[in-house]
């Protein structure tokens, strides 16, 4: 009985096809995905991301100076502290202690804020004349944190899942690259509509953030600079500036000495302490 042989030539050409066929389905998938995340999708990617870099921190402490200036160029110079306490369950928000150092009629004043997702945040405020620690109203959050343009709510721990997201352009912002993502605050009582933020492609760093009011209209714009990376790994930036464009006052906070992982622990976030910081 003859014996009929497959031509070899045959068997390579079967194969080259096949993986074409593998090759331009994976083609095809990958396009369909890209094509399937919507803005909204995108824009919490982003926010995901730049939250995931920053994890691991533990705690941290840094020295500030906080510049206020009037319309008409008149300022007043006071002088802190910030140390901070990451929290890593993802219900939960970061904890943050802020003492006053100078000048003389608000030393010693300090403020403690423990950054809750949807719930009400936990905000105290120490104040030496009064010799008494003051619970900061939830419906309060918008108010100007010790006379600054920045908002008691400015001064939370920015969680990921306090807001829904928009990605709505890439743009160059200064020399670097940047996605253009706008937020929605989702907790009660915020003072904002929207914030729209510029974030770096390559390191995922805030570098602006403007605030618009609850008439929607533009309020304020924070823009970030000086970044440093500590630890191999974590960006702070020295220097934050915040305009209010409806008063035309500005504040400028710039931050030194930060130091990472110094041991603090939950005992050091304790509200009954608050008038004994020195």
């Given at each position: ?44 990617a ?30 007043s ?37 423990f ?6 945040d ?19 959050k ?12 400015d ?21 670097l ?5 706008e ?14 933020v ?24 924070l ?7 500590y ?10 500036y ?32 608050l008038?004994?910081?020195?």
């Open positions: 009985m003859p014996i009929h042989l497959m031509p070899l030539h045959k068997q390579p050409t079967d194969r080259l096809a096949l993986g074409a066929a593998v090759l331009a389905a994976l083609l095809l998938g990958f396009a369909g995905a890209a094509l399937a995340e919507t803005p909204e999708e995108k824009g919490r982003i926010a995901e991301e730049m939250d995931r870099r920053d994890l691991g921190f533990e705690d941290s402490y840094a020295e500030l100076k906080m510049v206020l200036s009037n319309k008409q160029g008149q300022s110079t006071r002088e802190l502290r910030l140390q901070t306490l990451e929290v890593p369950a993802r219900e939960l928000g970061d904890k943050s202690l802020i003492v006053f150092d100078h000048p003389r009629d608000i030393e010693g004043t300090a403020f403690l804020s950054t809750k997702i949807l719930d009400p936990d905000q105290w405020l120490y104040l030496p004349a009064l010799k008494r620690v003051k619970r900061i109203s939830s419906a309060n918008s108010g100007p944190f010790v006379g600054s343009e920045f908002a008691y709510e001064m939370l721990s920015q969680e990921v899942d306090k807001y829904d997201y928009r990605w709505l352009r890439d743009e160059a912002c200064g020399p690259s940047c996605f253009v993502v937020r929605y605050p989702l907790y009660e009582n915020s003072g904002y509509t929207r914030q729209v510029w974030i770096d492609q390559v390191e995922y760093r805030a570098q602006r953030v403007d605030f618009y009011d609850r008439k929607d209209s533009l309020l304020k714009t823009t970030f600079g000086g970044y440093k990376q630890l191999d790994q974590y960006w702070r930036a020295d220097d934050w915040m305009e209010n464009h409806q008063t035309g006052k500005t504040t400028r906070l710039t931050f030194d000495n930060w130091e990472f992982r110094t041991g603090l622990d939950e005992n050091d976030f304790d509200p009954n302490r008038k004994r910081l020195r």
